[in-house]
């Protein structure tokens, strides 16, 4: 066995999976997928392949020949908590490709399905989240970015709703006897009341990126290539496309900075409140949290970072979880870049001082495990939703302005579309990353100690605290709060959430809780409806004993899957002992049901060590 990444049972010295033709029949009822799969390796095989699965049942598995004949299989008995269970074929001599049908499981750790009174079409909904380990939840496959797939999928589902998929929409039409590949029965597959939604995904993605949706979802066009999708009806719809107006523009701006933009679309899909990330960068069409559609065009942020993905991470991608900072950290830069040309230095640099805290806040968080303030880090054994953080997108971003301030930034630009153009749909790690740079940077590692940036914990002396009047106007407004003075009219007069969520950060942590709530009665910050700001408030009051605020944080606890802000609202209340820990413990459970699984998880295991 010769294992290529520490969280998939994926074997080095066997072919990986290239292509998967896959038939979904989504079952709303049972929250249930009944599935087939037709997999094509990189190149004949004989004898055993491992696949990762978690909690799919798997009920046949034969040769692709016709017709076609069994192929002997065993699922692990006893599932690993963290990979879940290899599925190990035996494949006759020289196969090719295979054929697989399957089950997923209702708790299928990718999808969430939400019942039609927890939508706001009121329609059933189910959406996919397979970063990190989760595709195997959904399909057996070689669940590593290592092994870029093309695929092909079929999603039957009921006739009142639509689907969305990142991947090229074929197109509508009715179920055919042919379609099911023996997912379902083919009664089943063709009845009354089911369509198929069919897509194409012709260039080659790591699983993490495989990523569906089906509900009452509708459409309104941005551009000649993008389009917001989302469920709710028309006032969702016609506020989207307000808050989303400039992404032509911004994928423009992505192109004159990172080169041509490789996926043809780029659509959005906003989210019921119960998706875990702000956004997920799924190819052709990114996955968003509702929260980014404030009002104020100020989303556009996230999906500047989503769209940067576009290049960094899905065109390069990291090998594995460990060079997670070559999607992230690279990605935050060119994100900053995007905000720069489209709203200002100013505001980048507001956006650069947020991730200054917050970098600060995790050497906080990990003091007690260093190894995950690594721009590299060693992730056997570890769940990566469990140590999920800052660290690979703001270290990541700092040790990329540190190269940026060395060779200027007219060579860096130069270098990173460089480095895009000769590493397009690879997966590759760090040491790549850093052989290529010393190759077309000459002597490099005698200016920079890129060996304590990748391999040392905290942060490098060389790393840089932002540099604008606004931010520097705002920290020094922090830290007079202390004496007790509260920002005035004037001082705040054209802050947005950005500012406020700054400010908030950089308040000292022992406030007393009369200040708290004067600062609330003066701004209502605790009433914001940018959740950023709302969250950044409700997590100071928590920590400054504020009981009156209860009310609030359980509300939004309840609203709000997304993890940006369960993590710190279970935390801060968990850490404090009696009253507070207890409120975390009931609100979750009942919240629980209203989570995705991964969000769920996490609150839970952020419960659990506080218990
Ligand atoms: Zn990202």
Known sequence: MAPVDPHSYTDGAHPVTKHAALSFYLDFTASTIHASALLTLSEPHSGDLLLDTRAVSVHSATTAADPPEPILFSLAASPDPILGSALTLTLPPDTTSFHLTFSTSPDASALQWLAP?????????????????????????????????????????????????????????????????GACDEALWCAPGRVVEEFEMEQPVPPYLFAFAAGGIGSRDLGPRTRVYAEGGDKVLDEAAREFAGVEDMVKVGEDLFGPYEWERFDLLVLPPSFPYGGMENPRMVFLTPTVIKGDASGAQVVAHELAHSWTGNLITNKTNEDFWLNEGFTTYAERRIVEVVQGEERAALNMGIGWRGLNQMMERFKDNMEFTKLKPKMAGIDPDDVYSEVPYEKGFQFLWRI??????PAFDEFIKKYIAMFKFQSIDTETFLEFLKANVPGIENQIDLHLWVEGTGIPPDAMEPDSAIYKKICSLAAEFKSGKLPSEDEVADWNGQEWELYLENLPTDVEASQVTALDERYKLSESRDYEVKVAFLQLAISAGCKCYFNEVEKCLKQVGRMKYLRPLYSSLAKCSGEEKMLAQRIFSEAQEFYHPIARGVAESILSKHS
């Not at 639509?162 to 590949?181: E, I, N």
């Open 404 to 409: 940026e301030r060395q060779i200027g930034r």
């Open 117 to 181: 009174p927890q939508t706001a079409s009121a329609q059933p909904f189910v959406f996919s989240q397979c970063q990190s380990i989760h595709a195997r939840s959904i399909f057996p496959c070689h669940d590593t970015p290592a092994a870029r797939i093309t695929f092909s999928l079929l999603l039957n589902v009921p006739s009142q709703l639509s689907a969305v998929a990142a991947a090229r929409h074929v197109g509508r039409r009715d179920p055919l006897p042919s379609d099911h590949c």
